[in-house]
């Protein structure tokens, strides 16, 4: 079988994923290797995010929340671990082992009932409903005095794996977090194909028909739902592990606005649209105020007027975002 | 003694404000029969669709399908229970193939579908089952055409293949013939006149022609009510009829 360019794209990405450290050890750029591994953190999120957006049509705009939620289980964990206090009888840990797998479950739990009233809906009132429940979370959150309320809880140490490697390492965190990432891209992949990608692709073109052929539809969108809260949750343990800080501003609304922005400039419904999404997103806060400032001090604050132009041109031109212009408009 | 119907409904009504859409309807749908319902615009057809199909639920009265009581199921309960349905507006999947889109209809009665890790393309036991229904309907060749790019009448066609494939006890087609030209119309009929007698089919259609040869009995619908009920030849002849609906299309046939 003759290369396709989207298997050749797919290639580069991964090969230039792989070869990050060695250049910004290269360059002798510490700084790289964090924002890479910042780059694949919201990857994971945007792309969890995806699956329910891109296939099953469900708008979230409160998905800030979940990776919030497993964020502040590394957090709450690591507090109660500091101060030897306990939680419901249990004591805290760093041991990744069993955190990271928490802030999946915590994910998934809070995404269950959420998911449960929001899905009652569809269109604008569930956008406005997800949103709602997300800012729920973020004031509850900003009130936990417990937990650092408004200035969240630092981490000294990163989670720690016995016998696993050691993330403290940046490099080793970084090639983690991208096994991860690809990890979750090829679960995603498997799904979106499975029986049960079916019907939620079908829902997303037309719920209505779904139901008159036989199919539960809430059930199947639900599931879909919690799978992407529990990806989310990820995401947080590992936002958490590379900022070495959890706060609420992680669950607010902006930051929910910022993943469906990577996913719609990435390329909706592409599972591997949101990961370029969310680089694109990163290197232009980093580095477009940086130059504009250049031009004039000051003016890098408004860095956003170039971020507008450059989403309204990929939406109207390009259908598929930066993925359909890297590997052509009829990759799938 | 007769076989009990396939379909009963017992003094339906729906109220729309001050107005019964539905108007103490008693109807039923023998099994194996080809069973037609006409009635002028705003006679209440969409209406009482949208109740036997779950999607509007009665003010009053019952609904019986396959002996038992299915008044308050949800619409994809009484699919699951054998009632497949068609769509006035073609209602097909547009980023779906038309192997896919039956396929979905396929899968939607083989199990639940929490199945998370094998490709479903791939899966014979969908696929195989979807070709054969295409086949049937005469979309073998344009299996693999995109839905959104098939012709309107084949649309209609893969819209009465996706209830096909679901193996229904009872087809509720809502105007299959639809928007359709007179070759696509006759193609149409053909087809309904092959799954006669093999699947009960409650026909809801404006085309005089398409129901006067395809009908085993016709019920006239007037404003929610059943005018009257018999066979093509006895409606024809019916005075009320005429005098309530048919008029000069009556003429015509």
Not at chain 1, 29 to 35: G, Q, V
Not at chain 2, 161 to 181: C, H, I, Q, V
């Amino acid at each position: 079988m003759p290369p396709t360019r989207p298997s050749i794209a797919l290639i580069v990405l991964l090969l230039a994923a792989l070869a990050l450290p060695a250049f910004a050890a290269w360059m002798d750029e510490p700084f790289y290797l964090r924002l890479g591994a910042r780059i694949l953190v919201f990857a994971l999120a945007a792309v969890s995010l995806d699956l329910i957006l891109g296939f099953g049509g469900m708008v979230s705009f409160g998905h800030a929340a979940f990776v919030g939620i497993g964020g502040y289980a590394v957090g709450i964990l690591f507090a109660h671990q500091a101060d030897g206090s306990t939680l419901f009888g249990w004591p805290g840990t760093t041991n990744g082992f069993i955190v990271w797998p928490l802030a999946m479950l915590a994910g998934a739990l809070a995404a269950l009932p959420i998911g449960a009233i929001s899905l009652r809906t569809t269109g604008v009132p569930f956008i406005m409903i997800t949103l709602a429940f997300a800012q729920m979370l973020f004031y509850l959150m900003t009130g936990l005095k417990t937990y650092g309320g408004d200035d969240g809880v630092a981490l000294w140490s990163r989670s720690t794996f016995p016998g696993g490697p050691d993330i403290a390492d940046h490099t080793i965190f970084y090639y983690t977090a991208l096994g991860l990432l690809i990890a979750a891209l090829l679960l995603c992949w498997r799904v979106v194909n499975s029986r049960f990608g079916r019907v939620l692709r079908g829902a997303k073109d037309n719920e209505r028909r779904m139901r008159a052929l036989g199919y539960p539809v809430t059930r199947y969108k639900l599931a879909a739902f919690v799978i992407a809260g529990a990806l989310a949750g990820l995401g947080g343990a590992l936002l958490a592990n590379a900022t070495m800080f959890v706060g609420p501003q992680y669950l607010h609304w902006s930051r929910s606005g910022d993943l469906i922005v990577m996913v719609v400039l990435g390329g909706i419904g592409t599972l591997i649209g949101p990961v370029l999404g969310a680089a694109a997103l990163l290197l232009l806060e980093e580095f477009v105020p940086e130059a504009m400032n250049l031009v004039h001090a000051g003016l890098g604050e408004h860095w956003k007027i170039v971020l507008g132009p450059i989403l309204l041109g990929l939406v109207l031109f390009a259908r598929k975002g930066l993925w359909g212009v890297v590997a052509g408009s009829r990759a799938p | 003694m007769t076989a009990p119907p396939l379909l009963e409904t017992r003094a339906l009504v729906k109220r729309f404000g001050g107005l019964n859409a539905t108007d103490r309807l008693s109807l039923s749908v023998a099994k194996g029969e080809l069973h037609a319902l006409i009635g002028p615009n705003g006679a209440g057809k969409t209406t009482l669709i949208g109740q036997l199909s779950g999607e509007l639920m009665p003010d009053e009265g019952r609904i019986l399908f396959d002996g038992r009581d299915v008044t308050a199921l949800p619409v994809h309960k009484r699919s699951q229970r054998g009632l497949a349905r068609s769509f006035q507006i073609t209602s097909v999947f547009p980023s779906f193939s038309a192997l896919d889109n039956v396929a979905l209809a396929v899968q939607a009665h083989a199990g639940h579908s929490f199945r998370f890790w094998r490709d479903a393309a791939r899966d014979r036991a969908l696929s195989d089952p979807a070709r054969a229904v295409l086949e049937r309907v005469g979309l073998g060749p344009r299996a693999d055409t995109l839905a959104s790019a098939l012709a309107h009448g084949e649309k209609r066609q893969l819209e009465l293949a996706m209830a096909l494939a679901t193996g229904p006890k009872l087809l509720l087609l809502d105007e299959p013939m639809a928007g359709m030209g007179p070759e696509e119309s006759a193609r149409m009929v053909e087809l309904l006149g092959e799954l006669k007698g093999g699947v009960t089919i409650l026909l809801v259609e404006h085309d005089m022609d398409a129901v006067f040869a395809l009908a085993d009995r016709i019920t006239v619908l007037v404003r929610g009510a059943a005018l009257a009920t018999g066979e093509p030849a006895a409606i024809r002849a019916s005075a009320a009829v005429r005098k309530a609906y048919l008029g000069d299309e009556l003429e015509a046939v």
